[in-house]
């Protein structure tokens, strides 16, 4: 599966951006967006199934954060509002698809986020 993802910056404490990833190549199951910040692990921000259309979140952007996908377009996003500066970091494009009768999982290559005090 190829993902490409778009939307990264830098902005201020409060503000917003918007990520996308596109997939292509076949049907996926499940998208989501995880983080990693310089010297962390990565962490689960959010996850969409593409059927239900039911979301998960992480504690620390709930109410903030806002996961989407357009099936039609196989695409996802993810609208940040009320950035903080602790949201830096690397967010990577992650999906689950059937292959062979198993389940596949691939990344993007990632998107910097950049929140200024």
């Known amino acids: 599966v190829q993902l490409v993802e778009s939307g990264g910056g830098l902005v201020q404490a409060g503000g917003s951006l918007r990520l996308s990833c596109a997939a292509s190549?076949?049907?996926?199951?499940?998208m989501g967006w995880y983080r990693q910040a310089p010297g962390k692990q990565r962490e689960l921000v959010a996850t969409?199934?593409?059927?239900?259309?039911?979301?998960n979140y992480a504690d620390s952007v709930k109410g903030r954060f806002t996961i989407s996908r357009d099936n039609a377009k196989n695409t996802m996003y993810l609208q940040m509002n009320s950035l903080k500066p602790e949201d830096t970091a690397v967010y990577c494009c992650n999906v689950l698809y059937p292959k062979w009768g198993l389940s596949y999982s691939d990344w993007g290559q990632g998107t910097q986020v950049t929140v200024s005090s």
């Open positions: 190549g076949t049907s996926i199951n499940v």
């Open positions: 969409i199934i593409s059927g239900s259309g039911s979301t």
